[in-house]
């Protein structure tokens, strides 16, 4: 079966611009995940919808990251505005109706 | 290929050489943990899971060993190969209704370098 696909691979911008970043997850999946994983660290949850409702956004910084999965299906994560410290990488994961979670190749985001 | 991570504690082990890579976890309510595979430009792999009420896990040339008297995971590679090269990363969650969806806290990782 088709992975968690990501779009793009890699995005390097400036501080004070805006991002988003693209998944489509497996089908079938309910669940979605977004993580951001700064370099040298373990992934860290930003936010999980099932269908597309959100399930748990308490670690996602509000004041400028925002997530949307309209139809249940795709899902898009933006940032406005960036700041240096949100260079990382940003995982899709999604999730089937057993446990384990499929993760994307991820979006490296670089922010100068 | 884009490094994972940079400043990992990382375990060098001659190809074929057996690996132990260990973890410590945080909560002691979780009761389900998860050992990931990330090579690098990659998204983590799920390798093996165990439940709180097992000790130890067998897979395919894998082992898991849970004690939660310490907090303690490790995960054993036999035989290692020079694919098994990666960054390593335990997972825990907790039992629902705390963790709806199976949300995963990982620890920090631990970079796996095969020697030929």
């Known amino acids: 079966e088709a992975g968690v696909a990501q779009s793009p691979r890699y995005k390097i911008i400036e501080k004070r611009q805006s991002v988003a970043f693209w998944c489509n997850p497996i089908?079938?999946?309910?669940?979605l995940y977004w993580y951001q994983q700064i370099l040298g660290q373990g992934p860290k949850l930003l936010i999980q919808?099932?269908?597309?409702?959100?399930?748990?956004d308490s670690q996602l910084p509000k004041d400028r990251f925002s997530a949307e999965r309209l139809k249940g299906v795709d899902s898009t994560l933006k940032i406005q505005p960036a700041k240096l410290e949100d260079s990382a990488v940003y995982l899709c994961?999604?999730?089937?109706?057993?446990?384990?979670?499929?993760f994307g190749p991820g979006t490296r985001l670089t922010v100068l | 290929g884009e490094s994972v991570g940079l400043h990992l504690p990382t375990l060098s082990v001659q190809e074929g050489d057996n690996s132990i890579i260990n973890c410590a976890y945080s909560?002691?309510?979780?009761?389900?943990f998860i050992w990931y595979k990330q090579e690098s430009g990659k998204g983590p792999q799920f390798i093996i899971d165990?439940?709180?009420?097992?000790d130890k896990r067998q897979g395919q040339r894998v082992t898991v060993l849970l004690n939660k008297t310490v907090k303690h995971l490790s995960l054993q590679i036999a035989a290692t190969q020079p694919g098994d090269s990666a960054v390593y990363f335990c997972?825990?969650?907790?039992?629902?209704?705390?963790?709806?969806?199976?949300?995963?806290?990982f620890g920090g990782g631990t970079r796996v370098l095969v020697k030929p």
């Open positions: 909560n002691s309510a979780s009761d389900y």
């Open positions: 089908s079938g999946h309910a669940t």
């Open positions: 994961a999604s999730k089937g109706p057993d446990n384990e979670q499929f």
């Open positions: 165990i439940r709180s009420n097992m």
């Open positions: 997972a825990e969650t907790l039992p629902p209704p705390k963790a709806a969806g199976n949300k995963l806290t």
């Open positions: 919808f099932q269908n597309n409702g959100v399930v748990d």
